[in-house]
């Protein structure tokens, strides 16, 4: 947690900033995150920073469509708790490195490893690792 402490105190001061506004914040163990939910500014969703989960609804326990989806591809919907702490994970490995290395891999979007591989952990509890082989 020390090594993605800067993506972390990032999240801590929108989150903040969010709870001037109404959202309301929890620590929650199984997603190794403080989460602020019902975020009033975005575009709904949820953004992890670090250990720290910014969501514009009432809770993370609700279904979600993958990347892949929206790409096209028929998949079943997931629970964007499990997809929000695949990247909490992902920070967790890479720290520092995790913000630039996402936005080299193509940011918000469907082609980015970062989403397609926190959808593998969101469906099967494993893989979201990057750059993680099916081999």
Do not use: K
């Not at 309301?24 to 009033?40: D, I, K, Y």
């Not at 790409?71 to 990247?87: K, M, S, T, W, Y």
């Not at 967790?92 to 952990?121: H, Q, V």
């Amino acid at each position: 947690m020390l090594w993605t402490l800067p993506n972390t105190l990032l999240g801590l001061i929108a989150g903040i900033a969010g709870i001037a506004s109404g959202a309301q914040v929890h620590w929650s163990r199984r997603e190794l995150a403080l989460v602020f939910n019902r975020m009033p500014w975005g575009p709904g969703g949820a953004l992890t920073l670090g250990n720290t989960i910014l969501h514009t609804g009432d809770t993370l326990d609700s279904a979600c469509v993958t990347y892949a989806h929206r790409a096209g591809r028929a998949e079943p919907a997931i629970v964007l708790a499990d997809h929000e702490r695949g990247h909490v994970f992902q920070y967790m490995a890479l720290g520092p490195l995790f913000l630039p290395l996402y936005w080299i891999c193509g940011g918000i979007s469907a082609s980015n490893r970062f989403e397609y591989s926190a959808d593998r952990y969101a469906r099967t509890g494993h893989g979201w690792w990057p750059w993680w082989s099916q081999t």
